[in-house]
Structure formats: structure tokens, C-alpha cells
């Protein structure tokens, strides 16, 4: 009897460091780097080339010959100190870290293609065909032109490979948000729609980055408006020419023809010259109230302006900038 009993608890007690042998493994630290280790997903990689990715983790033999087949596509992150086990389970269920993305101010809609390709799990090409379907933008609401409108330059958590749909889907959440009641209010007020307000916050934008003068910039646009006037912003005519880079504006720039060319056309442009900053869009939406009409570069090169509400005194502002 005893000598059953002996040969029991041995075979236990083996069986049990058996099992312990084989699992344990799988309950081992998978990254002792002292830092998290992110990975990026797509559509194209193998087991091989994740793992070159992850930048050799320990152990990562024994998690590819447990998983079955290559992750979902995803940004993920290994934590300092995570199992080989809750990461099998990380990369076979998809559970992903979300990204923070900026949605950046740009000048065109190809530029902001490009930034996503480089953010997102998204074609460059295949969001600049998209920007410019005259189908898609009409089903949102937008033109081609108006477009740049629904991307309010803000910070947003979401997946890596969240898909074109959702992407927009997104925005238009966001969009939403953003024209609150009140901010719907003042646009209402000023006589613009939204897309308007966006249109005119980023020829503020472009004309001055000292927040604090834009709502005098913005209120002396609107003057302009409501009198008739021509706009004449210099950098409505730098997306006109396709050249961001033009110091002056000469003659030669002013006769394009391009309804973004304000020297030529009255009224605002028929979309954003680029997407605005919150802060040039709520500018336009809390624009001072005031009498002048013209704004020259200061003449200490501090980056604001003088304004004035005649010609004659905007003449003596501009010469003193250029004696300075």
C-alpha cells in the first residue's frame, strides 16, 4: 500500500512539474526592455516582418508558434513585464492602443492626405482621389472646395486602422461638437454660414499669427463685406498662383484668373485657403467691431499691424514700414 501510495505522489508530483514546465513559459515576461514596445499592423505583414517591427522582444519564438496566424491589422503596444499570454491574447483578439491624432493646419487637402497616410493605415493616393470626388464631398454636405471645413484641428483618440468610413464618420462627430449652440449663434449673427466662417478664418490665419490681433483682422475683413468691398488678401491670391512661398504679391499675381484671386472677385473665396486654427475660428466668431478697412506690417517687425480707416492714413502706415 505504502508503495502505491509512494508511486502516486511521485507521478504527481512529476506531472505537475510537467505542466509547470510546459506552461510557465507562456506566463513569462515578454519584454523587459523598461519601456513599452508599439507595433504597427498592416494589411501586408507576416509573423516575420512583425517581428522584426517589435524590435526583437524576448521570447517571441515560443508567442509565434502559438498564434495561429499573423495579428489583426492595428497599432499595439507590449507593457514592460506582459506575458507571453496577454500578448497571444493582445494580438489574436485585436485589442489595439489607440493613437492620438492631430488633425493638422494645413494649406491643401493634398497635404493633409499625405499627414494621414503617415498617421493612419490609409492610402495617400486613395484619400486624394477621395478629397476631390465631387460625389463624396456632396453627400457630406461639401463641395471639393468647401471641404477642408469639417476638419476641425483638434486632438482625437482612435484606432490606427480605423477605415476611411469611420475616419469621416469621425470628423463629422467631431464637427458637430465643435458647432455647439453658442458658436452656431455667432456665425448666425455675423450673417455666415459655417463653412463661411471657416472660409474667413483661414485668411485670417494666413494674414497674422498673433492670436490676439485676429479678431480686429477678422473684424476688418468683415467691414470689407458689408460695404461691398473686395477682400484683397494677399494670400487668397498665393493659393490662386499654387505658390505658398511668394514674399510679394506683384501685378503679374493679381490678374490670375481663379475664384480665389479676392483682387478680382468680391466675396469670400469658395472655400479655405487652408484649415484654421480653433483660435482664428473663434476670432471670426468674437471679431472686433471698428471702422478700419486696411492693415500694414508694423514697422518694428513684430509681426502685427497697423490699421487704418482711410486710404490716405494706410499709405503713411506702409511708407513707414518701408523706410524701416
Known amino acids: 500500500m505504502n508503495k502505491t501510495l509512494s508511486i502516486i505522489a511521485i507521478l504527481t508530483i512529476s506531472l505537475a512539474a510537467l505542466a509547470v514546465w510546459f506552461v510557465s513559459p507562456i506566463y513569462a515576461s515578454m519584454n523587459d526592455t523598461g519601456a513599452p514596445i508599439g507595433v504597427y499592423v498592416d494589411q501586408d ?18 508567442l509565434q508558434r502559438v498564434l495561429e496566424a499573423r495579428p489583426r491589422t492595428g497599432y499595439y503596444t507590449i507593457q514592460q513585464g506582459e506575458t507571453v499570454l496577454e500578448v497571444y491574447r493582445k494580438f489574436r483578439n485585436g485589442l489595439q492602443t489607440p493613437i492620438n491624432l492631430t488633425i493638422p493646419q494645413v494649406r491643401t487637402m493634398d497635404m493633409l492626405a499625405g499627414y494621414l497616410s503617415r498617421k493612419l493605415m490609409m492610402d495617400s493616393t486613395e484619400l486624394s482621389c477621395t478629397f476631390r470626388d465631387t460625389a463624396f464631398c456632396s453627400r457630406l454636405g461639401y463641395t471639393t472646395q468647401t471641404l477642408p471645413a469639417l476638419f476641425i484641428p483638434n486632438t482625437y483618440q482612435m484606432w490606427w486602422n480605423i477605415g476611411m468610413d469611420k475616419f469621416i464618420q469621425r470628423m463629422q462627430k ?31 490665419a494666413e494674414e497674422t499669427a498673433y492670436v490676439p490681433e485676429m479678431p480686429k483682422v477678422a473684424g476688418m475683413y468683415l467691414r470689407r463685406l458689408q460695404i461691398g468691398m473686395p477682400l484683397q488678401a494677399d494670400p487668397t491670391v498665393k493659393f490662386a498662383v499654387g505658390d505658398f512661398s511668394l514674399r510679394r504679391i506683384y501685378h503679374k499675381h493679381l490678374e490670375v484668373e481663379s475664384p480665389y484671386n479676392t483682387y478680382k472677385n468680391k466675396g469670400l473665396p469658395p472655400g479655405p485657403i487652408r484649415i484654421p486654427s480653433v483660435k482664428a475660428i473663434d476670432a471670426v466668431l468674437h471679431h472686433e467691431q471698428h471702422g478700419y478697412l486696411y492693415m500694414c506690417a508694423k514697422e518694428d517687425f513684430s509681426g502685427s499691424h497697423n490699421f487704418a480707416r482711410t486710404y490716405s492714413e494706410h499709405l503713411a502706415n506702409a511708407r513707414r514700414y518701408v523706410r524701416a
Open 45 to 62: 505583414d507576416t509573423l516575420d516582418s512583425i517581428y522584426i517591427k517589435v524590435g526583437s522582444p524576448r521570447r517571441w519564438d515560443l
Open 174 to 204: 467631431e464637427n458637430t461638437t465643435f458647432w455647439n449652440p453658442e458658436r452656431s449663434a455667432l456665425a448666425e449673427k455675423a450673417g455666415l454660414t459655417r463653412e463661411q466662417v471657416i472660409t474667413l478664418a483661414s485668411i485670417v
